[in-house]
């Protein structure tokens, strides 16, 4: 059997497996994203409960499909019916899953809608998944199409086109998706110089961090004279926020095994690592069992498709320091040395891995060459920009609803990614009172959000409202920050900026492997400054100190991490230098410095009950029971555990010490009194807890609630209304502190 028959009876194997036309195909994401949110649990009650049901059906744990927000999440494709997709999927949703499979129909719990066509990347072309009347009923016609969700509506679905679908080891279902046929071509139909000039038409830049051309990069080492070459996929992603190329070995490693090929094929290299971080175990697994399935059928080894060529992988697991992702100390790993950054020139192309030219990339950079080979170069440039073409996989995280991973087209709008496809969250700011006329808090229709780290930590704090700013490499490097890795983190109304920048100072400052002064010791020093800021003892001498010291840092430091590391403490005092100026005259604009705020009890409000005083760890908050309390200043720790416990507007955050003139107290709403006298109810034992109405509420009655605030609280009963819904569960009096629920029951049975 040769190559070409070989990759059809693959093909075939794997498109049986895809789409079924007797058995039901139903998958989980078993990604890290899924698994820590129980995907595993449901996986195998999946499993048992189709055994225990006798259905024609088939389990399949796939990886991560993007949808982080939503996990658990599971796929049901009946045979000649589009996929349907769950989100949140428990197992009262699975129960509901199996009970319409028995029709079949597809349940309407938890249904996030329908995906009518699947894109087959190998053959350029759309599967119609419907064959479904649309005069049928509801249940059978499907209506709600998936690709109309905000997170996936502005999205264009290439690398990731296969995620959450296919087995990821799977050879037979990655070949059905049209995997290795790029390889195949270039063996066959292209010589070395023919894949590398498509890759330079192509305009693909490193996907990892500058964004430096990758057919550029190719051609260095391919016209060195050593013919020893090698090739790295650089997989050590340690950026905080950033988890795009786990996701992508997770779910389809096999592109990534492609890529690295025929990167191998074009440079001349005959082995090639990917280099990962050790705290990745579910992508270490999914490559290695790719590995290993590649091997067995031939792809990669001795005589690779019987080409002649031979062409083998080792994957590496990294030292565990955040600087090992650094080209130059990734090199010094492999060769079992410590990981220090090498001065260049010599760039690796020229000097890599033991001495000889190695071509190092990323991931996701590596992920896009097989579609360029087998497509051409003018349907990558199909999308992005003309400086930065194709699309670019991002992860969200930070202040949003949709927490997970994107893959949109270069150049689209920051706007567009944080507030439509993200969507910032709508935080909880109960008891919270910030500065009156704070112009760093922006509002606006999604939620309150103040600003967006791009590119990891040695990337830019932009703010959120930053008109026309593009995500591409050059629009980023305007507002003066880098594209990275590709993290997004959304900073909400509960994140300070400052405290954030010292994160990423501290950070980078611990990473640093300590050979450059500039690295060494000014980046400390910033840290050490932005901190002292932070803890309200800065002035305005700071301020130019850290503006000389964001200048000195990067040319000071010989690799990339050192000549970056300052961008967060650059883009801050550019963007948000009120909120240094804020800090510095005693005030965190955001109440997150703990040295710039305090909490203190409104007497007014506070009734007096037993809410939040277990949840002080240090035992600051005193008082009589049925008074207001007060707190020790001395001893808070301003944890927030009083505050997030306290069910009235008495236990108040605020961002100036108390006492002090102007000081924003929160107005208290009149409280309405009832004008029936029977209703009222005895002030002096109720606590106003709210845990009766709590356990009304459980119990399914739901007819307990407070009227007006304050002590002149009244409780609405139902409980006394001959008339009312109450069952008489004694729910209310179980959980009653003081006895004032037993005092009303005594007084309906008299």
Known sequence: ????????????????????????????????????????????????????????????????????????????????????????????ICDAIMDALIEPRYAKANRMGFVYRDWLEGFGSWIDLVDIDEDEDEESACPDDLARLPFLRSQEKRLSASWGRITPWSIEEYVAEGGYAALLKALFEMNPDEVIEEIEQSGLRGRGGAGFPTGKKWRAVANEDDTTRYVIANADEGDPGAYMDRGLMESDPHRLIEGMAIAARAVGAQYG?????????????????????????????????????????????????????????MLEVLEGKRPDPRPKPPFPAYAGFEGHPTSINNVETLANVPSIVLHGARRFRSCGTEASPGTKIFSLAGTIEHAGLIEVPLGISLATVVEDIACIAKENLHNVVFPQGSELVQETGAGQGIAVQVGGPSGAILPVALDKLTLDYEGLVDAGGIMGSGGIVVLGRRACVVDTIR?????????????????????????????????????????????????????????????????????????????????????????????????????????????????????????????????????????????????????????????????????????????????????????????????????????????????????????????????????CRAVCLTGAIESLFRERST
């Open 273 to 329: 690592f990917v280099f990962t971080r050790a705290e990745y175990p579910g992508a270490i697994r999914a490559v290695e069992r790719a590995l290993e399935e590649a091997r067995n059928h031939g792809i990669i080894g001795t005589n690779i498709l019987d080409s002649g060529w031979d062409f083998d992988i080792e994957l590496v697991q990294s030292a565990g320091a955040y600087i090992c992702g650094e080209e130059g100390a």
């Open 503 to 731: 994160y990423f100072l501290e950070f980078s400052a611990r990473a640093s492997c300590g050979r450059c002064f500039a690295c060494r010791e000014l980046l400390a020093q910033a840290a050490e400054i932005v901190g002292t800021i932070c803890a309200g003892q800065g002035n305005e001498e700071d301020l130019e100190r850290l503006d000389d010291l964001a200048k000195r840092i990067p040319r000071g430091s010989k690799c990339g991490l050192g000549k970056m590391a300052a961008n967060p403490l650059a883009s801050g005092l550019r963007y948000f230098r009120e909120n240094f100026e804020a800090h510095l005259a005693g005030s965190c604009p955001n109440l997150v410095c703990k040295d710039l705020m305090h909490f203190e009890v409104i007497s007014d409000a506070c009734p007096g009950c037993l809410c939040c005083l277990p949840s002080c760890p240090t035992g600051a908050i005193k008082g009589v029971f049925n008074k207001p309390f007060v707190i020790d200043q001395d001893k808070c720790t301003k944890c927030w555990m009083c505050v997030s416990q306290c069910p009235y507007p008495a236990l108040m955050a605020f961002p100036v010490p108390a006492g002090l003139e102007g000081d924003p107290k929160p107005p208290l709403p009149e409280a309405p009194h009832s004008q029936n006298d029977s209703e009222k109810f005895d002030t002096d034992a109720c606590v106003y807890c709210n845990r009766c109405i709590d356990a009304c509420r459980e119990h399914g009655a739901g007819v307990l609630y407070f009227d007006g605030c304050g002590r002149n609280r009244t409780l609405k009963q139902a409980m006394l209304d001959s008339e009312s819904s109450c069952t008489h569960c004694d729910a």
């Open 1 to 92: 059997m040769n190559a070409s028959e070989e990759l059809a009876y693959l093909r075939e194997r794997g498109w049986e497996r895809l789409y079924p036309d007797e058995t039901t195909r139903i998958t989980v994401g078993l990604g890290t994203c899924g698994i820590s949110a129980g995907a595993q649990l449901i996986y195998e009650y999946l499993v048992r409960r189709v055994g225990e049901l006798g259905l024609q059906a088939e389990v399949v744990g796939v990886g991560c499909a993007g949808m982080c927000y939503a996990e658990p999440l599971v796929q049901v494709q009946i045979p000649g019916w589009p996929r349907a997709i769950y989100a949140n999927v428990d197992e009262q």
